[in-house]
């Protein structure tokens, strides 16, 4: 296939390797004011990757004209932060033609939903099929620009599901050569509720705040960061998260269950679980608190699950506590910022049965 690649990050530049390494033709895009990576890129011609998958990949394209990148596609990866979505689809919004195959990886907070909107698609149009995957494939660094390491490509447990849900058997099978583990999902609400970065980012890096201040984050955020109270902070955000989901009548599954399922994790615990997780051995902290572990996760996954949780009367106190704490620590007033919410993304209007079909 023809595949472009929306994002030059490390989850961008690891699928735009694992795509090219299957043999697909790829062309990767971002912004101009993010240029060392595809800068890098361009200048090798290929992406190098290390660790669980390795290799070295030739890249048709690398570099800022999206109509270059979009070049025929047949498949468009849309991969980024929560607030790189809305930028995408806009820069894609009239480009895109009948046929054609995009999906958001991953979605925190409905990502598909979002990428609609800003590309001007409606909710039920799918001449041009959009999904979203409930968390990234991989986890990854860059080392260098032009040059991953991969922690763990998942075996299992990333879901998929299509906006109208009808066509996602259908993407499914367009993408098994690169990513055969990868499972259809009831409906957008369960990939987005089922991504747990809201859930573990916010309250290890809430228990280590000080740490991360005064060290530049030179710690390992997993390994040395989640103590056991902190494993059961997360927990109580990871039951809340549950509960939305029970109301919407999808199943979300407890996070160390999923990183068992993925290959993550080796125990159903919160505490020793992350400690101890294979998945996540190495993972350095982040250098300070202005990082998307709380912009993005907080100010729009959190604020997002609080919000439907309110439309459908489900009680997340834990969720809104570590907003409000975090908020505070940031100086940041992220729920009335409402960067990602039902009301934002036009579904505020639909019941508990409704927004569970979607």
Do not use: W
């Given at each position: 296939?023809?595949i472009?690649?929306?994002?030059a990050?490390?989850?961008?530049t690891?699928?735009?390797?694992?795509?090219a390494?299957?043999?697909?033709?790829?062309?990767?895009?971002d912004?101009?004011?993010?240029?060392?990576n595809?800068e890098?890129?361009?200048?090798?011609?290929?992406?190098?990757?290390?660790?669980d998958?390795?290799?070295?990949?030739n890249?048709?394209?690398?570099?800022h004209?999206i109509?270059?990148?979009?070049?025929?596609?047949?498949?468009?990866?849309?991969?980024?932060?929560?607030?790189?979505?809305?930028?995408?689809?806009?820069?894609?919004?009239?480009?895109?033609?009948p046929?054609?195959?995009?999906i958001?990886?991953?979605?925190?907070?409905?990502?598909?939903?979002?990428?609609?909107?800003?590309?001007?698609i409606?909710?039920?149009?799918d001449?041009?099929?959009?999904?979203?995957?409930?968390?990234?494939?991989y986890?990854?660094?860059?080392?260098?620009p032009?040059?991953?390491?991969v922690?763990?490509?998942?075996?299992?447990?990333?879901?998929?599901?299509?906006?109208?849900?009808r066509?996602?058997?259908d993407?499914?099978?367009?993408i098994?050569d690169?990513?055969?583990?990868m499972?259809?999902a009831q409906?957008?609400?369960?990939?987005?509720?089922q991504?747990?970065?809201?859930?573990?980012?916010?309250?290890?890096?809430l228990a280590?705040?000080?740490?991360?201040?005064?060290?530049?984050?030179?710690?390992?955020f997993?390994?040395?960061?989640v103590?056991?109270?902190?494993?059961?902070?997360?927990?109580?955000l990871?039951?809340?998260?549950?509960?939305?989901g029970?109301?919407?009548?999808?199943?979300v599954?407890?996070?160390p269950i999923?990183?068992?399922?993925?290959?993550?994790?080796?125990?159903?615990?919160?505490g020793?679980?992350?400690?101890n997780?294979?998945?996540?051995?190495?993972?350095?902290?982040?250098?300070?608190?202005?990082h998307?572990?709380?912009?993005e996760?907080?100010?729009?996954?959190?604020?997002f699950?609080?919000?439907l949780?309110?439309q459908?009367?489900?009680?997340?106190?834990?969720?809104?506590?570590?907003?409000?704490?975090?908020?505070v620590?940031?100086n940041?007033?992220?729920a009335?910022?409402?960067?990602?919410?039902?009301?934002t993304?036009?579904?505020?209007?639909?019941?508990?049965?409704?927004?569970?079909?979607?």
């Amino acid at each position: 296939m023809k595949i472009a690649v929306l994002g030059a990050g490390a989850g961008g530049t690891t699928i735009a390797f694992d795509c090219a390494f299957h043999g697909h033709e790829v062309r990767l895009f971002d912004f101009p004011q993010f240029p060392e990576n595809i800068e890098a890129i361009n200048e090798k011609k290929c992406i190098t990757a290390e660790g669980d998958i390795s290799g070295s990949a030739n890249v048709a394209y690398a570099g800022h004209d999206i109509d270059e990148a979009l070049k025929d596609a047949e498949l468009i990866y849309v991969v980024g932060p929560a607030y790189s979505t809305e930028p995408f689809g806009k820069a894609v919004a009239g480009i895109l033609r009948p046929g054609q195959t995009v999906i958001v990886s991953p979605s925190s907070c409905g990502g598909a939903l979002a990428f609609k909107q800003a590309a001007g698609i409606a909710l039920e149009d799918d001449s041009i099929r959009v999904a979203e995957t409930s968390t990234l494939h991989y986890a990854v660094r860059l080392v260098t620009p032009g040059h991953v390491r991969v922690f763990l490509k998942l075996k299992a447990g990333n879901l998929l599901a299509a906006l109208p849900n009808r066509h996602t058997n259908d993407i499914l099978r367009l993408i098994s050569d690169v990513y055969p583990s990868m499972e259809p999902a009831q409906s957008v609400l369960q990939t987005s509720l089922q991504n747990a970065n809201p859930i573990i980012h916010p309250a290890v890096t809430l228990a280590n705040s000080a740490r991360i201040e005064g060290t530049g984050g030179d710690f390992l955020f997993y390994e040395e960061g989640v103590s056991d109270s902190t494993g059961r902070m997360i927990e109580a955000l990871d039951q809340e998260r549950i509960n939305i989901g029970a109301k919407l009548g999808i199943i979300v599954l407890p996070d160390p269950i999923m990183g068992m399922r993925q290959g993550y994790m080796l125990e159903d615990n919160y505490g020793t679980g992350y400690r101890n997780a294979p998945g996540f051995l190495g993972i350095g902290a982040q250098p300070q608190l202005d990082h998307r572990y709380l912009n993005e996760d907080v100010g729009y996954g959190l604020v997002f699950m609080s919000r439907l949780a309110r439309q459908i009367n489900v009680e997340t106190p834990t969720i809104d506590a570590m907003i409000q704490l975090t908020s505070v620590l940031m100086n940041r007033d992220y729920a009335g910022e409402a960067l990602r919410t039902p009301e934002t993304l036009g579904i505020d209007g639909l019941s508990a049965a409704e927004l569970g079909c979607l």
